[in-house]
């Protein structure tokens, strides 16, 4: 079993900054990709990054040049810096690993984050 729990959301400015983490605990060792996804009420939840144990990252459109995700495998943490919030950045943020092994999807809890215009 694996078990994420995300921490850092909070109420922000737009143009602000805000990081957010991802704790990793349980069977860490079948984790590779650790993804950060979002989710605004009555729409589809949105992929906003990726990075794999080896450091690769992959970015949606929506955060290229303003978001950096970051892994520390040492202490099975993933993070996500977001700079030069915006409005449309509002959304609860959830980060969520797929098990091979298993074929099942481990999603955290949720941060709310709030970017106030």
């Known amino acids: 079993q694996v078990q994420l729990v995300e921490s850092g959301g909070g109420l922000v400015q737009a143009g602000g900054s805000l990081k957010l983490s991802c704790a990793a605990s349980?069977?860490?060792?079948?984790?590779?990709?650790i993804a950060w996804y979002r989710q605004v009420p009555g729409k589809q939840r949105e992929l906003v990054a990726t990075?794999?144990?080896?450091?690769?990252?992959f970015y949606a459109d929506s955060a290229k040049g303003r978001f950096t995700i970051s892994r520390d495998n040492a202490k099975n943490t993933v993070s996500l810096q977001m700079n030069s919030l915006k409005p449309e950045d509002t959304a609860v943020y959830y980060c969520?690993?797929?098990?091979?092994?298993?074929?099942?999807?481990?999603w955290g809890q949720g941060t709310q984050v709030t970017v106030s215009s």
């Open positions: 969520a690993t797929y098990i091979t092994a298993t074929a099942s999807t481990h």
């Open positions: 349980g069977s860490i060792f079948v984790i590779n990709t």
């Open positions: 990075i794999t144990r080896g450091g690769s990252t």
